[in-house]
């Protein structure tokens, strides 16, 4: 199961763990894997003592950090850093802000105390992103960065590269793999369309042969649907020098999700998921709920780019984190497909033991095959 990326990175399992938990992230490495931070959402500070954290619960053990520089986004390259969300603030129509308020108050969610700080951009552009990335940089035992929606810029891959890091990106097609490749980048993550969070339009089984063919002899990680050993193997078959997970670690005891969150998640099943621009203005797979089926509707205002949409939502999102029980029908619960295989909340060491014996069992599988075509 040692792939030549496995041995670059020191790790044991070829098990990719993406979470914005660092409960989790520890874990999965502790556990031969290779967790990795998703610090989209941190403010500065918290940033911080989460990679701290890590640092401190992994041992011996590397892990990675993923950012959000999105290829295309409003705004972007236009506007002055220092005055970006005031800027960003006067593109968004007041009807948007109020159709978000209102699916809220149809669900007596109630509003925020009075002065709570919020992160309207979260770390959706350069701005945001680059000083969570300068942190992560600090840390020793981070040793890949991961960049989601785009590829990353030159100056960010020569600046990892630098410190010795590998650099990884996540891609939805072949064209954008190759862009990729063509930027430096040393690990591509295809994810299929069934993946939870920002996802394409391209199934995984279909997308993660194209982009290896396409990028080779680049690693590909593979992502999209993965719940299972054997899925593994069926991604190590195709050529893949790992998986890339996300959904299967929001229902591990160790996950900081919200009690509401779990119980929705684990009782959902493969065809509860949807992809919706409602919450970040990019579409992303979620659980469907009356949220994303008001933004549906034909009298609902279009979904801004991002990240304007996000500042439309953020309040909302804070709301439905902090009164999660009242908001059980509208929060934001991205998640893939494979949330209907997953029904039962165990530690993140028994689901990667699990991953690890589906894997052989399947290998075993397939040896049984070709021992019965030689005979
Ligand atoms: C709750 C959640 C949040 C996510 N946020 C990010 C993110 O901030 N950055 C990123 O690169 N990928 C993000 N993703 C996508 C994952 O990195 C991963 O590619 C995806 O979960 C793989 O598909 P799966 O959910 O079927 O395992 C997110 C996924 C989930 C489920």
């Not at 705004?75 to 209102?102: C, S, T, V, W, Y």
């Not at 709570?116 to 981070?142: C, F, I, Q, S």
């Not at 008001?294 to 801004?304: D, F, I, Y």
């Amino acid at each position: 199961m040692r792939t030549e990326l496995c041995r670059k990175l020191g790790i044991e399992f070829p098990i990719f763990a993406f979470s914005h938990c660092r409960d989790v992230v520890a874990a999965v490495s502790r556990a031969g894997g290779f967790g990795v931070l998703g610090l989209n959402g941190f403010l500065p500070e918290q940033c911080e003592t989460a990679l701290t954290w890590v640092d401190e619960h992994v041992g011996d053990k590397p892990y990675g950090i993923d950012i959000v520089i999105p290829g295309k986004y409003e705004g972007k390259g236009e506007m002055d850093p220092a005055k970006l969300e005031q800027q960003l603030n006067a593109m968004i129509p007041p009807e948007h802000r109020a159709f978000a308020d209102k699916i809220l108050a149809d669900h007596s969610v109630p509003r925020l105390p009075e002065g709570e700080k919020l992160n309207v951009l979260l770390g959706w552009t350069a701005a945001t992103a680059t000083p969570l990335l300068r942190m992560g940089l600090k840390h020793d035992k981070v040793r890949l960065i991961a960049n989601a929606l785009g590829t990353p810029p030159a100056d960010i891959v020569q600046e990892i590269h630098q410190t010795g890091r590998l650099v990884a990106a996540l891609c939805g097609s072949a064209k954008q793999a190759l862009a990729h490749q063509a930027a430096g980048v040393d690990v591509v993550i295809a994810q299929g369309y069934e993946g939870g969070g920002h996802t394409g339009e391209i199934g995984s089984v279909v997308l993660w042969p194209e982009v290896i063919n396409a990028v080779a002899p680049t690693p590909v990680l593979a992502a999209g649907g993965i719940g299972s050993g054997a899925q593994i193997a069926a991604a190590l078959a195709m050529g893949a020098q790992g998986v890339w997970t996300g959904s299967l670690w929001l229902t591990t005891q160790e996950s900081d999700l919200t009690p509401v969150q779990k119980d929705l998640l684990l009782n959902a099943g493969s065809r509860d998921t949807v992809r919706s621009r409602s919450f970040t203005g990019k579409t992303a797979r979620m659980l469907r709920n009356d949220w994303t089926e008001a933004w549906e509707a034909p009298e609902a205002p279009k979904p801004l780019g991002m990240p304007l949409q996000g500042m439309v939502t953020a309040d909302a999102m804070a709301r439905m984190h902090r009164y999660a029980d009242k908001a059980r029908d509208v929060m934001f619960n991205p998640a893939g497909q494979i949330v209907g295989q997953i029904n039962a909340m165990r530690p993140v060491k028994a689901t990667m033991r699990q991953l690890v014996d589906e894997y052989f069992e399947a290998i075993e599988r397939l040896q049984r095959l070709t021992g019965d075509a030689a005979e």
